[in-house]
């Protein structure tokens, strides 16, 4: 059995791509199992160097027969993807405007880095990147019809939210007439 070392060319490529093939072969519920079958295959890998790997193969943890496992984003269910960001558009308020390929979202202070990461953990990937301040988030867009398209769907979610008994249409004290303000939002505009 031959070991590939970690710096060898393609080493990355091949590593991730096995992988992958072990989380679909079946479950696997930690790093450290899935650390001994790329050993049990021949790879030289530690713990930091698969957790690098899961992060930049998007592999995300879901429960299946009573245990979490990790799997690929190809076989994740959609709904849970977009859960997330769902669940932060019904809590904080947010203002969409526009500069060129620039969407320019507002919302309360310190939220927007929240924002940004369920932004990018979510199923939305028409987007180039995000950029998050404090209040204020930028997203990115290479050409007008996939900025269209996600702003498209962007506000379906915040319709989706807003049309929720968690949420109520209002003028915002901070974003303005016409921002959907849930209770939370409320809460926080009277302190």
Do not use: C
Not at 21 to 50: F, N, Y
Not at 134 to 148: A, I, K
Not at 167 to 189: K, W, Y
């Amino acid at each position: 059995m031959t070991t590939a070392v970690a710096a060898a060319p393609g080493a990355k490529r091949l590593r991730q791509r096995a992988i992958l093939e072990i989380v679909d072969a079946g479950p696997v519920g930690s790093q450290d199992e899935l650390v001994e079958q790329l050993r049990d295959r021949g790879l030289a890998v530690t713990q930091a160097t698969v957790s690098r790997d899961i992060a930049e193969l998007g592999l995300a943890k879901v429960a299946r027969e009573g245990r979490h496992v990790y799997v690929s984003g190809d076989v994740r269910p959609p709904v849970l993807l977009d859960d997330r960001l769902r669940r932060i558009v019904a809590d904080i308020p947010i203002r969409i405007g526009r500069s060129g390929l620039t969407l320019v979202l507002t919302a309360l202070p310190g939220t927007a880095s929240v924002i940004a990461q369920a932004i990018d953990q979510s199923d939305l990937d028409e987007q180039e990147g995000t950029l998050a301040g404090d209040n204020t988030l930028l997203v990115l867009f290479g050409d007008e019809p996939r900025l269209e398209r996600w702003r498209a769907r962007f506000t379906a979610l915040q319709g989706a939210a807003a049309a929720g008994p968690a949420t109520a249409p209002t003028d915002h004290p901070i974003l303005g007439s016409g921002a959907p303000v849930t209770r939370a939002a409320e809460l926080e505009a009277r302190r």
